[in-house]
């Protein structure tokens, strides 16, 4: 009896994150392809390559709040920003998972870099995991591709010489030292530090190469 339970308990949460995998398709359908269903894949593989190693978080709890991660964020929810964590709390109950709610949302919530008021249990190691995951994503090869895939989103420039003031005047370029540069020293986790320095060191080698071929001819 306990060895069909268990069977079916695992069977249920395979089907519960096949329907969470559908539901995030759906939602990031119209984000840009820096965070695409791909991006969210990237984020999850991440995370739950971290926790083999760090085994400090709960993987099946780690797995569907890393799917859901960019649900809620505020560069493309728009002027309601409850709205998208209404419809995860109402996703989760609908799938089975209501017991998760509080703490799936309060985990997506409090991982954005951007969130400078984290509230709630920020040692969660859910957090802690899906954070260093979110955050490698945007650093390396990748987080450069991205990088310049949305600054063409949003219409920036690659790079604006001579400006010091990337709120006034943003480029692509004064993202990495607003944000991508300052990644690697704010990893959680052992696993994620070690990660992190071979994608800050390409950072760092790609920028001298940025600017070496900028100033090329002046």
Same mark, same amino acid.
């Given at each position: 009896m306990f060895i069909e339970q268990f069977i079916t308990g695992?069977?249920?949460?395979?089907?519960?994150?096949? *329907?969470t995998e559908q539901f995030v398709r759906d939602k990031v +359908?119209?984000?840009?392809?820096?965070?695409?269903?791909?991006?969210?894949?990237?984020v999850r593989n991440l995370a *739950?390559?971290?926790?083999?190693?760090?085994?400090? +978080?709960?993987?099946?709890?780690?797995?569907? +709040?890393a799917l859901l991660h960019d649900i809620?964020?505020?560069?493309?929810?728009?002027?309601?920003?409850?709205?998208?964590?209404?419809?995860?709390r109402h996703f989760?109950?609908?799938?089975?998972?209501?017991?998760?709610?509080?703490?799936?949302?309060?985990?997506?919530a409090n991982v954005s870099f951007s969130n400078k008021k984290p509230s709630g249990n920020v040692?969660?190691?859910?957090?802690l995991i899906l954070q260093d995951a979110d955050r490698l994503d945007a650093i390396g090869a990748i987080g450069i591709a991205r990088a310049f895939n949305y600054g063409g989103f949003r219409n920036r420039p690659l790079y604006?010489?001579?400006?010091?003031?990337?709120?006034?005047?943003p480029s692509t370029i004064s993202h990495f030292y607003d944000k991508l540069l300052k990644l690697r020293d704010m990893m959680n986790t052992p696993t994620g530090r070690t990660i992190a320095q071979e994608r800050h060191d390409f950072l760092e080698k790609f920028l001298r190469q940025f600017f070496k071929e900028w100033t090329f001819a002046i």
């Open positions: 695992i069977m249920n949460r395979k089907t519960q994150i096949k *329907l +359908a119209g984000f840009d392809s820096g965070h695409d269903w791909w991006h969210v894949a990237r *739950l390559y971290i926790n083999e190693r760090e085994a400090i +978080a709960d993987p099946f709890i780690l797995e569907i +709040a809620a964020d505020s560069k493309f929810s728009g002027e309601d920003s409850e709205r998208p964590f209404s419809d995860i989760l109950s609908g799938s089975g998972m209501e017991g998760l709610s509080d703490q799936v949302i309060e985990v997506i040692k969660d190691p859910v957090l604006i010489p001579d400006s010091d003031n990337s709120v006034i005047n």
